[in-house]
């Protein structure tokens, strides 16, 4: 099945009059990739080129290629069980399937709740 995915990174920080900082998220452009999804099994981690297992990540997606994709970025989805509601993945590695630009295999945590133990990005607040 295939998703219509919004894809965003992070946008410049903006001081929050508290001495801190805001992290805002940014469409990329294009800002919307087709992609499907599936969950990551230990054979699907492994990397052909390293060798190695990306262990941090919880699915795959993958679509055709689109040079704005890279590790600080997120991907946000319609939940299809909840119309109303929005799934977030957050991108650990990119690696192309084939030779070329011509798809992509994206390794990404999905965000779960804010008491998630993986590293905390800004709300969705889509």
């Not at 920080?13 to 999804?37: K, M, N, Q, R």
């Not at 990551?40 to 040079?67: F, M, V």
């Not at 990119?94 to 990005?121: K, S």
Request: charged share 25%; glycine share 6%.
């Amino acid at each position: 099945m295939k998703f219509l995915a919004r894809v965003q990174s992070p946008g410049a920080p903006t001081p929050d009059g508290e001495g801190g900082f805001i992290e805002t998220w940014v469409d990329l452009d294009p800002a919307t990739w087709w992609c499907s999804i599936e969950n990551a099994a230990a054979r699907n981690l492994e990397r052909s080129i390293a060798k190695t297992i990306e262990a941090t990540a919880s699915h795959l997606l993958r679509g055709d290629y689109h040079p704005g994709i890279t590790t600080p970025c997120r991907i946000l989805v319609p939940d299809v069980e909840e119309p109303a509601t929005t799934k977030r993945y957050d991108v650990t590695s990119v690696a192309r399937e084939h030779e070329g630009r011509r798809r992509l295999i994206v390794f990404a945590a999905e965000y779960i709740a804010d008491n998630d133990p993986r590293p905390r990005r800004a709300p969705v607040g889509v």
